[in-house]
């Protein structure tokens, strides 16, 4: 399989990507009827999407809140200089810590937590603060989420442009 950068999606694999976005569940028959192309085609199509990494699993999309979790957070972590490799393992321990990313900001890594109220929040951040090569954190309070993880428009704009 060629490498990432060389991966190219066309308008097919959009159109593909586009159905699999808006319903993980759809078979590979309805999606070859939906899309008017062999079932076989679709097939070897997501296992190429597949391999290539752009369709890293099928999972449901869950709504945190409805599991209780009704207070989400963004925490920017400020680590000891050069170890950030050495608090990755233990905030992926803690089981609120729903995304972790390495940036190019004021902090080292943002950090999405989810908690089931303000004070569970704060004995998140305890935990995130009790990790040896944490030196600071600083924590926004998502209040009202105004545009969720999407990517039809992305898709789209392949499809137009591929």
């Known amino acids: 399989?060629?490498?990432?950068?060389?991966?190219?999606?066309?308008?097919?694999?959009?159109?593909?990507?586009?159905?699999?976005?808006?319903?993980?569940r759809v078979g590979v028959l309805e999606l070859s009827r939906r899309l008017g192309i062999a079932r076989g085609t679709v097939q070897a199509r997501i296992d190429r999407l597949v391999a290539a990494g752009v369709i890293r699993s099928f999972t449901a999309n869950l709504n945190?809140?409805?599991?209780?979790?009704?207070?989400?957070?963004?925490?920017?972590?400020?680590?000891?200089?050069?170890?950030?490799?050495?608090?990755?393992?233990?905030?992926?321990?803690?089981?609120?810590?729903?995304?972790?990313?390495s940036v190019a900001a004021q902090g080292d890594m943002l950090c999405l937590v989810a908690a089931r109220s303000n004070q569970h929040l704060m004995d998140v951040l305890e935990?995130?603060?009790?990790?040896?090569?944490i030196a600071r954190t600083s924590t926004a309070i998502v209040l009202k989420s105004q545009i969720d993880n999407r990517c039809q428009q992305l898709l789209r704009s392949i499809g137009q442009n591929g």
């Open 127 to 133: 935990s995130i603060l009790s990790i040896p090569d």
């Open 64 to 101: 945190l809140e409805a599991l209780g979790y009704h207070v989400r957070a963004y925490v920017t972590v400020e680590v000891k200089e050069g170890q950030i490799d050495s608090v990755v393992e233990p905030l992926g321990k803690i089981d609120e810590v729903v995304e972790v990313h």
């Open 1 to 24: 399989m060629p490498g990432q950068s060389d991966f190219k999606i066309d308008r097919l694999d959009a159109s593909l990507l586009e159905a699999l976005h808006s319903n993980a």
